[in-house]
């Protein structure tokens, strides 16, 4: 069974960065179509990053520009990194397929971004 943990939330002013890691275990996991979902307060979950075919990356227009989402196949871990944010991007990130079917869901990661 695959188990995705999510981590490298915190808390940052406006303007800050994060990097936020994703990591799944079990001899099934895969990256492909790997993407990055978060949930604010009173919100319904969206997909913010992911990619598409092999290496070809697609983003939500909130985050164009800022995010950039990459990939380290050795490590089976997935990186979402966070420029210039904005307390918008208030909200606990999660790791999750794409497309095809889902996996079971971490907790996620809380990015806090303060005014």
């Known amino acids: 069974q695959v188990q995705l943990v999510e981590s490298g939330g915190g808390l940052v002013q406006t303007g800050g960065s994060l990097r936020l890691s994703c990591t799944g275990s079990?001899?099934?996991?895969?990256?492909?179509?790997m993407g990055w979902y978060r949930q604010a307060p009173g919100k319904q979950r969206e997909l913010v990053a992911a990619?598409?075919?092999?290496?070809?990356?697609n983003y939500a227009d909130s985050v164009k520009g800022r995010f950039t989402i990459s990939r380290d196949n050795a490590k089976n871990t997935v990186y979402l990194q966070m420029n210039s944010l904005k307390p918008e991007d208030t909200a606990v990130y999660y790791c999750?397929?794409?497309?095809?079917?889902?996996?079971?869901w971490g907790k996620g990661t809380l990015v806090t971004v303060s005014s």
């Open positions: 999750n397929k794409a497309r095809g079917s889902m996996l079971d």
């Open positions: 079990g001899s099934a996991f895969s990256l492909n179509n």
């Open positions: 990619f598409t075919w092999g290496f070809n990356t």
